[in-house]
């Protein structure tokens, strides 16, 4: 079964730092552009940060020189770390898998996937 798997979330004061992990289960994954989104409350899900399957990343700049999104290919997995961490930041926060092919999955063709969210609080 395709998924992804989140782990990482918590709750931390403003200025601490947390790592998400998002592990994809298959090698249908080779190749795609990982995304990190994440959905404050009354809020739409809004990207936070890219990386392609050549390295290539990109922020919001709201992020930038705070958070660093990176890959291990061989293990699948996208990770965020995330330092000095403000109140705004409090969200949940989802991983994307963008396929460089889509895929015939669940009745329909699928372009990407999705995990199923870990919440990231800070407090001040």
């Known amino acids: 079964q395709v998924q992804l798997v989140e782990s990482g979330g918590g709750s931390v004061q403003a200025g601490g730092s947390l790592r998400l992990s998002c592990a994809a289960s298959g090698s249908i994954f080779n190749g795609n552009t990982w995304g990190w989104y994440r959905e404050a409350p009354g809020k739409q899900r809004d990207l936070v940060a890219t990386?392609?399957?050549?390295?290539?990343?990109v922020y919001v700049d709201s992020v930038k020189g705070r958070f660093t999104i990176s890959r291990d290919n061989a293990k699948n997995t996208v990770y965020l770390q995330m330092n000095s961490l403000k109140p705004e930041d409090t969200a949940v926060y989802y991983c994307?898998?963008?396929?460089?092919?889509?895929?015939?999955?669940?009745?329909?063709?699928?372009?990407?996937?999705w995990g199923q969210g870990t919440q990231v609080t800070v407090s001040s």
């Open positions: 990386i392609s399957s050549g390295g290539t990343t």
């Open positions: 994307n898998a963008a396929l460089a092919n889509p895929i015939w999955y669940g009745g329909r063709w699928k372009y990407d996937f």
